[in-house]
Each structure stands twice: as C-alpha cells, then as structure tokens.
C-alpha cells in the first residue's frame, strides 16, 4: 500500500525531481488558524460565543470548551475512500490516519457549506454530492500530548473527482483506500487512526458502503 506525500514549496519544486506517486500542495489563503474563528456551543448544541481556533485546542488539564466542527468522509469516482495522514504540525493528534478532513464552521456558515470550503483550501480539490451520515456526532477525545478535542462535529460523506494536492502543513500524506480494508484495519487496530474516526466507524458511518 503506498501513500503520496504532500508537498512543502510547489513553486520551488522541480517537477522531474519528484516520484509519480507524489503530490504537490502549498499554503492556500483562508486556512491559516490566526485568522478562524469557531463556535462554542452550550450543552445543547446553541451557540454560546465563539473563540479564535488558535487557542480554543487546550490541554485536557485547562479543558477544551464544547464547539462546533465537521467531519468530512471523501469517495473517489471508484468508491475508494480517502485517507489522509495528519500534518506533523497540526495541534492536535498531529501524524494521525483519518479521514479526507475536518474544519470548523464559520460564524454564519452551516457545516455543509464549510465543508466545501474547506475541501478546496486543505485537499486542493472540490467536493460534490455532499450527505449527512451522522449528522448528532458528538465525541471528546486527548492526544499523546494531553490536547482535547471536544466537539459536536456532523459526519458528511462527499464525492471528488480526482487526486487531492493537499496543503502541505494539513496533511502529511494520503491514500486511497478500499472501504472493507478500512474496516478491516479499523476492526484489528482502531487505535492506528483518529478516534473520531473509529468512532464513526463504530457508529455506522460507512454503512452502504
């Protein structure tokens, strides 16, 4: 099984230089954490204010207030899923296999429309043929470092039509996978990936699959 890596400076890059395998991605405007902002939510879901998304990670001693993001399930045109390796920067559960990607919804932005946005800002490529699959997803979970994720966080499935360039400082490397292999792997070694994702996973996410 070989995954393609992203790349860190496409301008810079000769293209002969690089494995067929690989993929090339870069910074695109918009992704950067200093400029989002997420939404908290209250116990019941309603919006309750919102935080920079650069501080609102915390270890699990300070604890991460409950906010609003999305998880995005990607299927290529042979039904294959994309998986996607966490960049080694990422604050939170950084090097990990998960799925296509993740985000937050802006301030006035529904989940289903961020997840378009940010399809093309983090996988370089758009997503049609976006579905709810587990629309009341909740789940809390800390890192090897001690950062909580703790989140209502909508599970969609989407489609894409050709290989992601991802941004470089998002994802490390991807892959595509057969689902039942996905399963297979996720039934024999969950803790191998993201625990949202075994989560999903458990919960039926991959369902008709």
Same mark, same amino acid.
């Given at each position: 099984?070989?995954?393609?890596?992203?790349?860190?400076?496409?301008?810079?890059?000769?293209?002969?230089?690089?494995?067929?395998?690989?993929?090339?991605?870069?910074?695109?405007?918009?992704?950067?954490?200093?400029?989002?902002?997420?939404?908290?939510?209250?116990?019941?879901?309603?919006?309750?204010?919102?935080?920079?998304?650069?501080?609102?990670?915390?270890?699990?001693?300070?604890?991460?207030?409950?906010?609003?993001?999305?998880?995005?399930?990607?299927?290529?045109?042979?039904?294959?899923?994309?998986?996607?390796?966490?960049?080694?920067?990422?604050?939170?559960?950084?090097?990990?296999?998960?799925?296509?990607?993740?985000?937050?919804?802006?301030?006035?932005?529904?989940?289903?429309?961020?997840?378009?946005?940010?399809?093309?800002?983090?996988?370089?490529?758009?997503?049609?043929?976006?579905?709810?699959?587990?629309?009341?997803?909740?789940?809390?979970?800390?890192?090897?470092?001690?950062?909580?994720?703790?989140?209502?966080?909508?599970?969609?499935?989407?489609?894409?039509?050709?290989?992601?360039?991802?941004? !470089?400082?998002?994802?490390?490397?991807?892959?595509?996978?057969?689902?039942?292999?996905?399963?297979?792997?996720?039934?024999?070694?969950?803790?191998?990936?993201?625990? !949202?994702?075994?989560?999903?996973?458990?919960?039926?996410?991959?369902?008709?699959?």
């Amino acid at each position: 099984m070989t995954s393609c890596a992203a790349q860190p400076d496409p301008a810079a890059a000769d293209p002969h230089a690089v494995p067929q395998t690989s993929e090339q991605g870069g910074t695109r405007d918009g992704h950067r954490d200093a400029e989002e902002v997420v939404v908290l939510l209250a116990e019941d879901g309603t919006p309750a204010g919102t935080e920079p998304k650069a501080t609102v990670h915390r270890h699990q001693n300070e604890g991460t207030p409950l906010h609003l993001a999305f998880s995005c399930h990607v299927y290529g045109p042979d039904g294959r899923f994309l998986l996607t390796r966490r960049a080694l920067a990422k604050k939170t559960f950084p090097g990990v296999w998960t799925n296509g990607f993740c985000g937050h919804p802006g301030v006035e932005e529904t989940p289903a429309e961020a997840v378009g946005r940010r399809a093309v800002q983090e996988l370089g490529v758009p997503v049609h043929s976006v579905e709810p699959v587990l629309p009341d997803f909740r789940y809390r979970a800390v890192d090897a470092a001690g950062v909580e994720e703790n989140e209502i966080c909508p599970v969609f499935r989407a489609q894409t039509d050709g290989d992601p360039a991802p941004v !470089w400082d998002e994802v490390a490397e991807w892959e595509w996978v057969q689902v039942a292999d996905l399963t297979a792997a996720l039934a024999a070694v969950p803790a191998a990936f993201s625990p !949202w994702l075994a989560q999903q996973w458990r919960q039926g996410a991959f369902e008709g699959r």
